[in-house]
């Protein structure tokens, strides 16, 4: 006959084992879960250090360009001021040399062939032209080129000499003045000398 003390004990013994390898199962199946916890939040510290790190690089990137391009800017600002001071001392001295030319004798025939081209363009019709006050001793010389009625005035504006005629009737202006010609040639001198900035 089997024993009762030995019966309970084989079945206290089989609980205990099983109860034991349920503890393991569950331990495993824990330590499994905390390994793909782990991994997960691995990866995903790793993104978000990664998105980080790319986000200080992106703002220190625009911190340098932005630097860069400030600098750039202030540099092509003094380039300007060194340019534009440069070709207004040459324009200066060029300003002093045709006034100087405006004192000669040559001048003088100089100043009858604008007048000459202007009454081409006027085809003898009635105008008023425009000259500097200095010039205006020569007002017979300049009318005696045409045909139509002529006034000649002073013309505060025109500094260092020649012509400008208006013909109303042909609503019509001609400049043949020192002045507008070395105006016009500012341009032509910044291109040509090779002083673009860009």
């Known amino acids: ?29 824990l330590e499994e879960k905390k390994k ?5 939040a691995e990866q995903s510290a790793k993104y978000e250090a990664d998105r ?5 690089i992106s703002a220190k990137k625009s911190e340098i360009t932005g630097k860069y391009a400030v600098k750039n800017l ?23 040399e045709l006034s100087d030319y405006s004192e000669t004798p040559e001048y003088k025939e100089k100043l009858i062939g604008y007048a000459r081209e202007i009454a081409s363009a006027f085809e003898g ?24 009625e002529v006034k000649v005035e002073g013309d505060i504006s025109i500094r260092i000499g020649g012509i400008r005629g208006f013909c109303d009737e042909l609503k019509l202006v001609a400049d043949n003045t020192l002045d507008s010609k070395l105006d016009s040639k500012k341009s032509w001198f910044v291109e040509n000398a090779d002083l673009k900035i860009s």
């Open 1 to 29: 006959m089997i024993n009762e003390n030995s019966k309970s004990g084989k079945f206290s013994e089989a609980i205990k084992r099983f109860n034991e390898e349920e503890r393991a199962k569950v331990i495993a199946e």
């Open 52 to 56: 980080y790190v790319q986000k200080l």
């Open 74 to 96: 202030e540099a092509q600002g003094e380039l300007f001021k060194a340019r534009d001071k440069m070709v207004k001392e040459i324009f200066t001295r060029c300003e002093k």
């Open 36 to 40: 793909e916890a782990i991994s997960e």
């Open 125 to 148: 019709k009635s105008c008023t032209l425009y000259v500097k006050n200095d010039d205006l001793k020569f007002e017979n010389d300049i009318k005696s080129v045409f045909e139509g």
